[in-house]
């Protein structure tokens, strides 16, 4: 069996049927699971956390199918023939929602989840901000499966709880153009006939407006199917880069900016901040906040408003006017007894945090907004002949061999022609870049997540990045906000004879250098000659 499992969040009521599940257990099975990265942790620890002996007799390592991890941020990734788009949930934990699109069809998945305006969620109103970007999200999917866990009656007394309310998914369908919706993440509480019940007005007044929209509410076991509208227009995709981030992101090299007048509350955010690894940097006037954003590239600006004391809007509303790339503006949260969607939008608030807040609540809206800024940089993609490409670089049994003087003495000489401190002889493995020779690099390998070597294996041509701060696919990868802090790369592809591509030679510098041309060709020499190099490997073996 070969199956993929996609994880909304890790809260135990979404994962406690992962230890029973009987597919994991049998070896020959091959298992993805998919989910947001946990607070502090990878998936796969979260995972494996709740098997741990004193809970569960087999441990997660121990199951006999092959599992495979994703840490995923919200972006866009295929699954076979599936395109799968993610976007951030609202509710305290870092959460997915999926929207799947397969043969013309849209599915999409969205537990747990609260709206960010609560008036929405007791009484119709604008779509607008964040909202607005989530229903876009849901745009005319063909069957929505939505956390509904409770009535507009009952959540002023959940507010902040991360749920929905049953009406305010039947209007977000509505404004959205879903053709059906199943109702889930039942309130505990309810029995069946209870919940039977709400969906009997639900329709009831969805035929009193002469409504098509068809709402039901889901069952344990039930089964779907899904068909094409014929009147459909095309499907929409959300997100553009990559949704896969499998390294933790280096949220330390991040601050947020925090323009509170309350002092209690002051220290209780920037605690909270420094909770998550990030930096909180205050300040007392625009002109200082103008400056700190422009030097140290804030991921978050949470603001007060409270006039007269302070005023946040106004604070938000100069920030905006400083800001020239419309598609990537800086989150900006007000913290406000109440909130004001239309001053907000006006002014261009991101999100709200409305007081009073628990700690908790605060530091999941943090890391939430701070790791939608981080995780933009993109993996290199798998190259279409990956499987014949692994088998001729392990046929080299070349991978974990000791140090060579042949090759050594190619990346002296690169780093010397090119006067850069660093230069490697890097071999793209499964899930590694691994160094044959690394000439003043003190790391044996790296995740090929991050490897810059990675696209120039999927490309098969030589690369060249002057400074990777102005480059989208670079600028916050771990291998240059942390060590060793790339700042100019250039790599060679290294093809075998077979046509395999199995690495690169590629130098490295800590500082932006102008690209010349020259420098391809004298790369490019040298790489022929460590590919020389290794197909004289083969060559020793055969004879
Ligand atoms: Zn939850
Ligand atoms: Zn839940």
Redesign the pocket.
């Known amino acids: 069996m070969r199956g993929h499992i996609l994880i909304?969040?890790t809260?135990w009521?979404?994962i406690q049927g992962i230890p029973f599940f009987a597919p994991l257990f049998v070896s020959g099975n091959e298992w993805d699971i998919y989910g947001p990265k946990g607070l502090g942790q990878s998936l796969r620890e979260t995972l494996a956390g709740q098997m741990r002996y004193t809970y569960f007799p087999v441990t997660l390592d121990q199951c006999g199918a092959k599992i495979r991890y994703h840490d995923l941020v919200e972006g866009t990734f295929d699954i076979d023939d599936i395109k799968v788009s993610t976007h951030y949930l609202n509710?305290?934990?870092l959460?997915l929602g999926y929207r799947l699109e397969a043969d013309g069809v849209a599915v999409v998945y969205c537990?747990?989840h609260e709206p960010y305006s609560r008036m929405l969620a007791t009484s119709p109103g604008n779509f607008t901000g964040q909202d607005l970007r989530y229903a876009k999200f849901l745009n005319r999917a063909d069957l929505l499966i939505h956390d509904a866990q409770y009535t507009a009656e009952e959540y002023p007394a959940k507010v902040g709880w991360?749920h929905s309310s049953i009406e305010y998914v039947v209007n977000l369908g509505h404004y959205a153009e879903v053709r059906r919706i199943a109702l889930t993440h039942h309130d505990p509480l309810r029995d069946d006939d209870a919940i039977d019940r709400l969906v009997a007005n639900v329709r009831a007044k969805l035929r009193q407006n002469a409504s098509s929209l068809d709402v039901f509410a889901a069952a344990e076991g039930q089964i779907v199917e899904v068909a094409p509208s014929p009147t459909k227009g095309p499907a929409r995709r959300a997100g553009e880069f990559q949704a896969e981030m499998p390294i933790e992101p280096a949220l330390a090299n991040w601050s947020v900016l925090l323009g509170i007048g309350d002092a209690k509350m002051a220290a209780a955010l920037s605690e909270a901040v420094r909770a998550e690894g990030i930096c909180a940097k205050f300040f007392s006037d625009m002109d200082e906040a103008r400056t700190l954003i422009a030097k140290d590239r804030p991921s978050l600006v949470i603001l007060e408003h409270d006039p007269p004391r302070i005023n946040g809007m106004e604070m938000c509303h100069a920030i905006r006017q400083q800001e020239n790339d419309r598609d990537h503006q800086l989150p900006v949260v007000m913290v406000a007894a109440q909130e004001d969607p239309d001053s907000g939008a006006a002014a261009g608030v991101t999100d709200w945090l409305i007081k009073p807040f628990t700690d908790a609540y605060a530091r999941t809206k943090i890391r939430a907004w701070a790791l939608r800024v981080a995780c933009q940089w993109m993996r290199g993609a798998i190259p279409k002949d990956e499987q014949q490409r692994l088998a001729s670089l392990r046929a080299l049994r070349i991978l974990d061999t000791g140090p060579e003087e042949r090759f050594d003495r190619i990346t002296r000489l690169a780093s010397a022609l090119f006067d850069a401190p660093i230069a490697l002889v890097s071999l793209v493995d499964e899930n590694r870049q691994w160094f044959k020779s690394c000439y003043g690099l003190n790391v044996k390998e790296t995740s090929r997540d991050a490897a810059f070597c990675a696209h120039v294996v999927y490309n098969r041509e030589p690369m060249i990045v002057p400074d990777t701060f102005q480059d989208k696919r670079f600028a916050d990868n771990p291998l240059v906000i942390n060590e060793p802090r790339i700042r100019f790369y250039a790599g060679c592809p290294l093809i075998l004879h077979d046509g395999a591509c199995i690495g690169t030679l590629c130098v490295i510098d800590t500082r932006p250098r102008p690209q010349e041309v020259s420098d391809v060709a004298c790369l490019r020499d040298l790489a022929d000659l460590v590919v020389q190099e290794i197909q004289h490997n083969i060559s020793l073996r055969r004879h």
């Open positions: 909304s969040h809260h009521d979404h509710h305290p934990a959460t537990c747990d991360g």
